[in-house]
C-alpha cells in the first residue's frame, strides 16, 4: 500500500518521543505529525501545544479512528504493544511499534499474522539499522573487509545501579514484568541483539543464565548468554545493571583483525589489523529515529524499496531474549507477560 503523504499520530507520547523520535515524524519529507494521545489528557495536550500538533486524544481508539491519521506509531510500554498494533492493524493503518516489539515472542507472532492477513504493513523501532554509525561499521566489515572473515563476537554491557531504581513502592515500569517483560536487558539489551541480527544475519541458537543480585527490583539485573548465528559465527554476550563503571562494547574478531564500538552513544569505531589501529567517528543525528523513519516513509509513499527494521527482525530479537530467560523465568515464577 503506498500513499502520497504519511500523516502520524502517537500513542504514548512519552519522554521517548520529545527528541529521540517526535521531531522526526515532522521533519522527514512527505511526513507529518498531526495527533497524539496519552491517558493523562493534560500531558497529551502539553505535547501538543509544545510541539505544534494539531490535535490531542486520551484515548488511543480516538485517535486510530481520526480520518486525517492515516498511520500510527506505538510509544507506549510493552504491555500494549500487541494490543494497539492489532487495533491499528484492524483500522488498515500502517503501525510503527516500539522496541521490544511486545512482551515475548508468541505476541510478536501475534502483530505478524494480523498485518499480513490484513496487508498492513508492520515496523519496529530498531532505528540503529538505519543510523550512520552501523552503516560504516557494515562497510567495515563486508565491504572493505578490514578485519578477515568475521569469527567471533564478544558483547558487554556494565552500568553502575541507577538511584531511579532506589524505592521499591515506585520503580519504573522498565523492571516492572507485567509492563516491560523483563528487565533493563529486555528493554535495552534488544537494541544489541538487534543490531547483531542485522550485521551477521539471524541469531539461530542462544541459551543463557539470569540472576538478581542486588535485589533492588523484581526482574533480573545480571545476563550472561551463548549464541549462535545461522553462518557458523559464535557469540558471548554479559550485561550487569549493578556494576563499579560503565562499559558498553561489541568486539567482533575476524581472521585478520578486530573491530570494536558500542551499541549506545556515539564513541569511535575502533578497527585493529596488520596496518595498526585506526579509529573512526561518526556521530548520531539529533532526532536519532529519523533516519529510520524516514526509510519507512519512503517505503509507505513508494519512493524506496522495504525499510530494515521489519516486524520478522524484531520478532527474532524477541525470540532470541525469550531463550536467554526462558530459565530464569521458570525458576522465578515470572513467565513473560506475567
Known amino acids: ?21 517526535g521531531p522526526g515524524f515532522s521533519k522527514t519529507p ?30 488511543a481508539a480516538a485517535l486510530i479512528a481520526d480520518p ?21 492493524i484492524a483500522a488498515g493503518k500502517p503501525v510503527y511499534v516500539e522496541k521490544p516489539m511486545a512482551l515475548d515472542y508468541a505476541e510478536c507472532e501475534a502483530i505478524i499474522d494480523a498485518g499480513r492477513k490484513a496487508g498492513v504493513p508492520v515496523f519496529v523501532a530498531y532505528y540503529r539499522r538505519a543510523l550512520p554509525r552501523f552503516g560504516k561499521v557494515r562497510e567495515l566489515i563486508f565491504d572493505e573487509q578490514a578485519i578477515g572473515t568475521p569469527r567471533i563476537v564478544n558483547v558487554v554491557l556494565h552500568e553502575p545501579h541507577h538511584p531511579r531504581y532506589h524505592d521499591p513502592k515506585n520503580l519504573p515500569w522498565h523492571v516492572r514484568p507485567e509492563i516491560s517483560g523483563g528487565g533493563i536487558f529486555m528493554d535495552i539489551g534488544c537494541h544489541t541483539l538487534d543490531i547483531l541480527d542485522w550485521l551477521f544475519g539471524p541469531i539461530v541458537s542462544a541459551s543463557g543464565q539470569a540472576s538478581n543480585q542486588l535485589g533492588a527490583y523484581p526482574v533480573e539485573d545480571t545476563v550472561a548468554m551463548s549464541f549462535a548465528f545461522g553462518n557458523g559465527m559464535l557469540g558471548t554476550g554479559l550485561w550487569n545493571f549493578d556494576s563499579y563503571k560503565y562499559h558498553d562494547e561489541i568486539e567482533v574478531v575476524g581472521d585478520q583483525g578486530r573491530i570494536s564500538f558500542a551499541t549506545f552513544g556515539d564513541g569511535p569505531i575502533r578497527v585493529e589489523n ?4 585506526v579509529e573512526h567517528k561518526v556521530a548520531n543525528p539529533t532526532h536519532i529515529q529519523q533516519p529510520l523513519i524516514e526509510t519507512i516513509v519512503a517505503e509507505l509513499t513508494g519512493h524506496a524499496g522495504a525499510s530494515p527494521s521489519t516486524p520478522e527482525s524484531g520478532a527474532r530479537t524477541s525470540w532470541v531474549m525469550d531463550q536467554v530467560l526462558r530459565d530464569y523465568r521458570r525458576l522465578t515464577g515470572q513467565p513473560p507477560g506475567m
Do not use: F
Open 1 to 21: 500500500m503506498t500513499t502520497a503523504a504519511i500523516r502520524w499520530g502517537i500513542i504514548g507520547c512519552g519522554n521517548v518521543t520529545e527528541v529521540k523520535s
Open 274 to 277: 596488520a596496518a595498526g589501529v
Open 68 to 88: 486525517e491519521v492515516n498511520a500510527v506509531y506505538v510509544a507506549t510500554p510493552p504491555s500494549t504493544h500487541k494490543q494497539y498494533a492489532l487495533m491499528c
Open 30 to 59: 512527505n511526513s507529518a505529525l498531526v495527533a497524539v494521545m496519552r491517558r493523562d489528557g493534560d500531558k497529551a495536550r502539553d505535547y501538543a501545544q509544545r510541539h505544534g500538533v494539531p490535535r490531542w486524544y486520551d484515548d
